[in-house]
T-cell receptor
Framework: DQQVKQNSPSLSVQEGRISILNCDYT??????FLWYKKYPAEGPTFLIS?????DKNEDGRFTVFLNKSAKHLSLHIVPSQPGDSAVYFC?????????????FGTGTSLTVIP | KAGVTQTPRYLIKTRGQQVTLSCSPISGHRSVSWYQQTPGQGLQFLFE???????NKGNFPGRFSGRQFSNSRSEMNVSTLELGDSALYLCASSRGTGENTEAFFGQGTRLTVV
């Protein structure tokens, strides 16, 4: 059962424009959400996170929005740059005495066209 | 400080053989999780170890096993390899103490089964 879903396998955006990557989740117990960026043949790199007590977190060109009622989060990249071309994974977790198991989406491949 | 280190980076094995992959987490991190990445399947959770104990387990057959040592280093073993086991195997470390925190990934081991 896929608890975190990224329904768009790929996205193409012109350089300088906004990239919006979307993610949906089903488990209302998740309280921490993360975005990772992955280049081919490398491990995912942590990008940005947001706690469920917030609805927005910004870090430079990257902003994550959380809509708890819709169980939806999105990553905005403004302005998009060719170096942003990668696969982006969203992930969710919840605090637990038995640890933080991270649930990942299937990824969205972003291509930024120069 | 040093990141997550996975060895080896690449492996080619024959069907029926077994393989052992190694992961050294970030210093101070006690949780190590393993993931399998195949095209179109995102990151599939294998298992998580914390203080030498398997704390969470994904939906993989018993041919996949792991262990963690007292220094938090972890190994993953796959026995009786099948062609479908060809994938990028990723290890992630985190503090694992229950608070919301990100996981940091190694560069992965690319396993090819022929």
């Amino acid at each position: 059962d896929q608890q975190v879903k990224q329904n768009s396998p790929s996205l193409s955006v012109q350089e300088g424009r906004i990239s919006i990557l979307n993610c949906d989740y089903t488990n209302s117990m998740f309280d921490y959400f993360l975005w990772y960026k992955k280049y081919p043949a490398e491990g995912p790199t942590f990008l940005i996170s947001i706690s469920s007590i917030k609805d927005k977190n910004e870090d430079g060109r990257f902003t994550v929005f959380l809509n708890k009622s819709a169980k939806h989060l999105s990553l905005h990249i403004v302005p998009s740059q060719p170096g942003d071309s990668a696969v982006y994974f969203c992930a969710a977790s919840r605090r637990s005495r038995t640890g933080n198991q991270f649930y990942f989406g299937t990824g969205t491949s972003l291509t930024v066209i120069p | 400080k040093a990141g997550v280190t996975q060895t080896p980076r690449y492996l080619i094995k024959t069907r029926g053989q077994q393989v052992t992959l190694s992961c050294s987490p970030i210093s101070g991190h006690r949780s190590v999780s393993w993931y399998q990445q195949t095209p179109g399947q995102g990151l599939q959770f294998l298992f998580e170890y914390f203080s030498e104990t398997q704390r969470n387990k994904g939906n993989f057959p018993g041919r996949f096993s792991g262990r963690q040592f007292s220094n938090s280093r972890s190994e993953m073993n796959v026995s009786t390899l099948e062609l479908g086991d060809s994938a990028l195997y990723l290890c992630a470390s985190s503090r694992g103490t229950g608070e919301n925190t990100e996981a940091f990934f190694g560069q992965g081991t690319r396993l090819t089964v022929v």
